[in-house]
């Protein structure tokens, strides 16, 4: 199983809206076929281990990630398949959280006379899936946080320069993390001082173009602002609320752009809309990249589920010097705690990732 995970793990940041899934068939301890789900509208990965492994599948155990689909979606269901290769035992890791299976596949497996194991593995499949599983069961993306910022926390200096805080290897890896999204979500404010392109660059170019988010309450977004003209127009997403002008509504939409009016909520975007919105469309990771007001936003309105911490070495100082999360605050008591946390050093820089703490989860992983 673990082999299994591996394999679909190759594949992070191309299945969307579907899980990542690998698929192993061994036979007298042996592995004779093997494969992963490439990307949405590819063969799901027990069909590919299947083929690998040909008529040696009859007899054999097939390991897989995820449990096996019993209805029609962008590929046929995959349960009959695994009947007609003859297969002894199937060992999945985790059910399939989706209403349409969620526990079925499982079922006719072993109403099929198959012998059927569950939970091989469960808690790594879940966290394999993370995206997938808050999608299905939450009806909104996950979200993760990133942050390049200064040991002193500033994620600018006083007069707004912020590039580069973090050396290129940093960088890079945070074109990785964008690579893993369906969409990178910024504010008006990251817009307007920075004009970014919010794409992945990275070597060799990436083969999926994540949507690009502006969070833009009164539809300020400059029509030459190179989020519209980086990549696909339709693949920048502005979000405005009713109070924003026509005339720069209408200028957006030519220039490709697609605009959503979404709710208010204290005059701007409602946050909590913006994601059920998203997760209609079908994305089901977001990498928010804020400002600070927006990341506050979407702290407190329970909506980031990992945080992503990049730290340079360098003191910046400033009164005025913008910090990663803005907004009225919280006591010490009431503060956003992480757990499962990790450290890692990233060419001179430190990267500091871990979850945000749920309801009586303390900051060690315990309940």
């Known amino acids: 199983m673990m082999r299994a995970l591996a394999l679909a793990e190759r594949a992070r940041g191309l299945t969307s809206p579907n899980p990542l899934v690998g698929a192993l068939v061994v036979k007298d301890g042996v592995v004779v076929g093997e494969g992963c789900h490439a990307r949405a509208g590819a063969p799901h990965a027990e069909r590919v281990a299947l083929t690998a492994a040909g008529p040696k599948a009859r007899g054999a155990t097939l390991y897989l990630t995820l449990e096996p689909c019993v209805h029609q979606g962008r590929t046929p269901p995959c349960v009959p398949a695994l009947l007609e290769a003859g297969l002894r035992r199937v060992v999945v890791a985790v059910l399939d959280p989706n209403p349409r299976v969620n526990g079925a596949g499982a079922a006719a497996l072993s109403q099929a006379g198959l012998e059927v194991s569950v939970g091989c593995l469960e808690e790594e499949a879940r966290r394999l899936n993370r995206p997938f599983f808050t999608w299905v069961a939450e009806q909104r993306p996950f979200v993760t946080l990133k942050v390049a910022m200064s040991l002193d926390g500033k994620i600018s200096s006083w007069n707004r320069a912020s590039r580069w805080i973090t050396g290129e290897e940093a960088r890079r890896e945070a074109h990785r993390l964008r690579s893993e999204a369906d969409a990178i979500v910024v504010g008006i404010g990251t817009v307007l001082a920075d004009d970014p392109e919010l794409t992945v660059r990275l070597d060799p170019p990436w083969q999926r173009e994540p949507y690009r988010v502006i969070v833009d309450s009164h539809g300020r977004t400059p029509p030459s602002a190179r989020v519209l003209s980086a990549g696909s127009p339709g693949r920048t997403l502005i979000a405005v609320t009713e109070s924003a002008d026509a005339e720069r509504v209408t200028a957006l939409e030519q220039r490709g752009a697609q605009v959503l ?36 936003g979407f702290l407190e309105g329970g909506l980031v589920d990992r945080v992503a911490v990049f730290i340079a070495p360098m003191l910046l100082g400033g009164h005025d010097a913008p910090t990663p999360v803005g907004g009225p605050g919280r006591g010490l008591k009431e503060a956003f705690r992480l757990t499962g946390m990790t450290v890692k050093i990233v060419g001179r820089d430190l990267l500091i990732e871990g979850d945000i703490a749920r309801g009586d989860e303390d900051v060690h992983g315990h309940r």
């Open 261 to 296: 009016t979404l709710p208010a909520r204290d005059g701007r975007v409602d946050l909590t809309a913006l994601a059920a919105e998203l997760a209609r469309r079908e994305m089901t990771a977001l990498l928010l990249e804020g400002g600070g007001e927006l990341n506050a």
